[in-house]
């Protein structure tokens, strides 16, 4: 299976059998001067957004109907973390969730789409 995390102000959208937009419901670690540059594999960003009320919540419900979902479906499946710029929330969430499906024995590509791309201004700014 394949987990994409994406920015959303770099491309609408992305394909999959799952796709969670990040954006309006935790915490943006661009608001912190001090994560701006780093990215989604950084462990202060990763502290950051799995500090987040809800985020593990998130995780920890999503685990279960992934798994029911790759192991009954009859092609490889799709799973998309998107927020604003692809480089802080959403990576971090895919790589926690491929995390979690490896210890239950899957096999998990995460692809970062936008984790190299540049931080761009936010919308609400």
């Not at 604003?84 to 970062?112: C, F, I, K, Q, Y």
Request: aromatic share 4%; net charge positive; with cysteine.
């Amino acid at each position: 299976m394949r987990i994409n995390s994406f920015g959303f102000r770099h491309r609408p959208g992305v394909a999959g059998d799952l796709v969670v937009d990040l954006r309006d419901h935790f915490s943006d670690p661009l608001d912190d001067l001090a994560l701006r540059e780093l990215t989604g594999h950084d462990d202060r960003v990763r502290a950051h957004v799995l500090g987040t009320p809800g985020i593990t919540d998130l995780l920890d419900a999503m685990t279960p109907p992934v798994l029911v979902l790759a192991h009954v479906a009859r092609r490889p499946i799709e799973v998309g973390f998107g927020c604003g710029g692809g480089r802080h929330r959403a990576p971090v969430a895919a790589r926690e969730l491929g995390a979690r499906l490896r210890r239950a024995g899957l096999r998990v590509v995460v692809d970062d789409l936008d984790l190299h791309r540049p931080v761009l201004p936010s919308p609400r700014r």
